[in-house]
């Protein structure tokens, strides 16, 4: 099964994020939106995990939360992937990444590492995945309507959870259904 690593967003950001979607989408049609309840801050991409590993990974996940307490993150900011050249991504930004979520990112990269799970070949920028664009021609439109949304902000979260997702590819978009949910160590 096609897995990740995330952590789940409370329904008030998530609903930030949607009035900004719906902003946006007023100005730009090439972009399909990623729905509100699938949005999330990924940790780690799994790519296809054999049913038989998954009781590994989850194990894994747990023991590696438990080494980290509870952390706050900021949403905010808007921007685009790549930074240069056609428009693929449109994300909704952390505001200030906190060490701690650096930190947790780093160690479940470490332990699933440790399972032969290939590290990430470049550094982990976190962001929100709010929409993909359809038509690259339209780059220079979608970039100068994200970044007047620079400001953009959706609110703080209280990380005290990482989830293990399943990814499911349908002809409608990805669907998510939790596998999973590894809590952080206690205060």
């Known amino acids: 099964?096609?897995?990740f690593l995330a952590i789940e967003l409370p329904a008030e950001v998530r609903g930030q994020i949607a009035a900004l979607q719906e902003e946006l989408r007023a100005t730009v049609r090439s972009v399909?939106?990623?729905?509100?309840?699938?949005?999330?801050?990924?940790?780690k991409f799994l790519g296809d995990v054999p049913d038989a590993e998954v009781a590994a990974v989850c194990a894994a996940v747990g023991e590696t939360a438990k080494a980290y307490p509870p952390f706050e993150l900021e949403i905010g900011g808007a921007g685009c992937?790549?930074?240069?050249?056609?428009?693929r991504v449109v994300w909704a930004g952390i505001a200030r990444p906190a060490a701690e979520l650096a930190a947790c990112q780093?160690?479940?990269e470490a332990r699933l590492a440790e399972l032969g799970f290939k590290p990430e070949g470049r550094p982990y920028t976190p962001h929100l995945t709010i929409g993909r664009l359809n038509d690259f021609r339209d780059?220079?439109?979608?970039r100068s309507a994200v970044e007047a949304q620079a400001a953009f902000h959706a609110g703080r979260l209280t990380v005290t959870e990482i989830?293990?997702?399943?990814?499911?590819l349908r002809p409608t978009g990805?669907?998510?259904?939790?596998?999973?949910r590894a809590r952080l160590a206690e205060r």
Do not use: K, N
């Open 106 to 108: 780093q160690g479940c």
């Open 174 to 180: 990805a669907e998510h259904h939790v596998i999973s």
């Open 1 to 3: 099964m096609r897995c």
């Open 81 to 87: 992937f790549p930074g240069g050249g056609p428009v």
């Open 139 to 142: 780059s220079a439109r979608v």
């Open 32 to 43: 399909r939106w990623t729905r509100p309840e699938q949005i999330h801050l990924t940790l």
């Open 163 to 168: 989830t293990l997702f399943e990814s499911v």
